[in-house]
């Protein structure tokens, strides 16, 4: 059995990318920092796609920001070019201004790469953090309740 | 005292990086995956001007690849656009076939990210990894003594 | 009557491309070079999906390159983020071993940027133009008979 | 004679771009978008570091933004890892709020890219575009008159 088997929970976020010329490197394969903006568009598309929250709103009329403060990124198999690359998206823990989601990138039931990224909400105004708003808690655990237990 | 303080090993390669308009986005900091871009850029940097290696014959001409197994990143405080945030590299561990590097990204004296980054030696022909040849061992090895003990 | 205006032909290969917060700059608008990035990601689905080849085979298997020789553009309304933007190809010429494509980003109706992109047909393995195949060629023409004349 | 020949102007701005492994594509040569990000950078040093005025200031203290409203470049010949590319830029026009610069990228004496950009000076407050100012405008003159005749 291949350890790197990955079933998705149920209801789960997902979006697949198509891995373009432009993500890959002379080696052929994806470079890497791509990845890490193919997770903040992810998450994006998670707020406004799952969640029914407007994330441009949360930004350009809310002033908050959501800066990452660790991310931690196993890769496993690399990607190439015309492949399409599922990423779902879990939640692993809800703090007080904070949140954890882990990114899982799959291709046909194999997991190729895992991210944990801890994101913080903040004012833009005093860069400082702020609590998570209650109407938008009550969505994260929703989405918490929807697809299992707290992933670690 | 802020434990934020950081001093680099005397000898280390420190590199600067100019924080471009390109860099940032609409809360006006860096968007984070240009971090790892610049890691990237620094490792380059470092085997060229550093240990004297052609990085670009490693590639092109030795066919390697130096893929990314694992990367953990915490981001401490925000760099904006004009300031000039310095890089530096510190060696953590030197394995059979992986390197582990340790970049702390400060600015006047004051940690703002730290960036520990996992990567292995691969053969561009098989995509498996190769044994890290000795005389390149032998330079990573005269790094470590001249920059101290191996970090964690 | 705007000037702006702008109705693609029936038949156009369309893409929308939702502008993102990493698409954009401190000036809260994208920062132009992601538009050419964008150009040349609906280049590739309207291969794939429009003429019906497989972009990525052309590169990887078939060793072609397709790099820009000439590029001119005009930008005149900025776009946001939470704002999505309509980009449609069309052919402006169809030459020996070069391709002329027209891509206009459009929003309810008005132009917001018009690119000429002139492109070559190389062998990766010689570096030089090649004549386009006779079924690319035809597969061309067909969409040139279905947009209506070429554009200038 | 090689009639991409190319020698710039004594005193005229000129930055080297090491090209990056991150630069390149799977066929091996830069991804054209980046040479847009290239000029902005050439343009951002050249205001901070020949003009002697703080680009970022202008941007963030002044709240101006220099948008691009045209770019025509050609591609001549492709630049690879490991090359070092030169980026002269020449002044072309000085408008009432607009400047038209020329970029040449070269190596060796050999021409192997040419941009005429074309960039209006905007209110960030207003979106409108405003006059250049008096002292800023002396220094593009000065500039032009160091560099030689405006390039076409």
Chains 1, 2, 3, 4 share one sequence.
């Not at 809310?62 to 070019?81: A, L, W």
């Not at 004012?123 to 299992?148: D, N």
């Amino acid at each position: 059995m291949n350890d790197n088997q990955f079933v998705p929970p149920q209801d789960a976020f997902t979006r697949t990318v198509a891995i373009r010329f432009s993500h890959c490197d002379p080696a052929g394969v994806v470079y890497f920092p791509h990845y890490f903006d193919m997770f903040n568009g992810l998450i994006e598309d998670w707020y406004t796609e799952q969640l029914g929250v407007d994330y441009s709103k949360l930004i350009l009329g809310d002033r908050h920001g959501f800066p990452y403060v660790h991310i931690e990124t196993d890769f496993k198999i690399p990607s190439r070019m015309g492949e399409h690359l599922d990423l779902t998206l879990l939640l692993t823990r809800i703090g007080r201004s904070s949140l954890t989601v882990t990114i899982v990138g799959h291709l046909a039931g194999v997991e190729r790469l895992r991210a944990r990224l801890v994101t913080t909400m903040t004012s833009l105004e005093t860069q400082r953090s702020v609590e998570l708003p209650h109407a938008l808690r009550q969505k994260f655990e929703a989405y918490l309740r929807l697809t299992g237990q707290a992933q670690s």
